[in-house]
């Protein structure tokens, strides 16, 4: 059989975030009792207004197959968003794809740019589904190191120092999925410039930006800055701030042009998204915004919980994250791996969170926690976690 396997599948790992959620499945079958940090996704539900559009939708007999860019009014909704999110006018005829979740968006925008053998630039620690599509569109990823004591920030001179001629892209996702930071505007004008100096397409992953505790409502975005709407593609999606995540929705925004490019791809993946359930997330964006105030200062009470109680933990240092639902503690000063740790704390402990070496080799020494669980679940975690290490560093003595 061995044969018959593409080679690309050497080039890309299994998740270790699926490995984590196997073995807590496994273990809540036996009837343990588990702390969720481990997922990210929000634990709240979809909110009922726009459930019951895309009920409407399907009842109505929104059955058949959509336009390959998605339905317009939704497109229009998305552009408008952006245009809140950003300051930069969007048309949402020519310069939006509705994706199945923001997931399809990075493979089809991948796909559209990058030839065999270029080379893209991901950050270390990140998300680990840039490198992985990257392998698979042949691409090479190449790694920008960042560091928990610049919360780490995308260092303009890191970048610069891994171009080459066969740099195509530079993929920046903020606020960050291991770590909650976010990069700032003055950063990403750095990084604007050089992306422009070297001809770069700009991959910005926004999912997390409304989920936001800095000033304003949003992160600031690399396509507000002049000279980027034209060469970045905007990542973003239904799943964490409307609690869709299931839904499988997201979308892409970019110029007209790059928008064409990314279209040639996606009428082959997907052809399109299920026509009733883009009618709900029409409903998401134009209706009230209430549920996304109520859920991102739910975040923040929670983050503010996990945050406190892991800096009343000696030896323990946290990154200040502004943003996701996500921290970033160093637990290194415990003499233990990040997978050491982390499968320290689930088995005996059965607090679940993920390795910070699962997202690159700069995340080693990190515990990434997920505080999308119940607040009451946060504050149960913060107490069992500090009874964990109290007991690790009684062993140390
Ligand atoms: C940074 C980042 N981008 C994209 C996604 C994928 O989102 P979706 O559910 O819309 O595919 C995630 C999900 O965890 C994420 O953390």
Redesign the pocket.
Known sequence: MENLFAARLDEIPFSGIRKVFAKIRKMEVEGRDVIHWEI?RTDFDTPEHIKKAAIDALNRGEVHYAPNLGILPLRKAIAQRTEIDTGIAVDGETQVIVMS???EG?LASILAFVNPGDEVLVTDPN?H?YKAITRIAGGVPVEIPTYAEDNFAIKPEEVEQRITDKTKMLCI?SPG?PTGCVQSKENLEALAEIAIRHNLIVIS?E??ARIYYGEGKVAPSIFSIPGMAERTVI?N???KIYSM?GW???WTVASAELTQCILKIRQYTTVCVNTFIQHGATAALTGDQTCVENMVQEFSRRRDIVMQGLQEIPDVKVPDSSGAFYLFPDISAYGLTAKEMADYLIDEYGIATVAGSVFGAHGEGHIRIAYSCSTEECARGVAVLKRALAALREKKG
Do not use: K, Q
């Open positions: 990210g979740g923001a997931n990075i998300w589904h996702t999925n992953d999912i997390y990542i999606g239904f799943s995540d499988r929705l997201g």
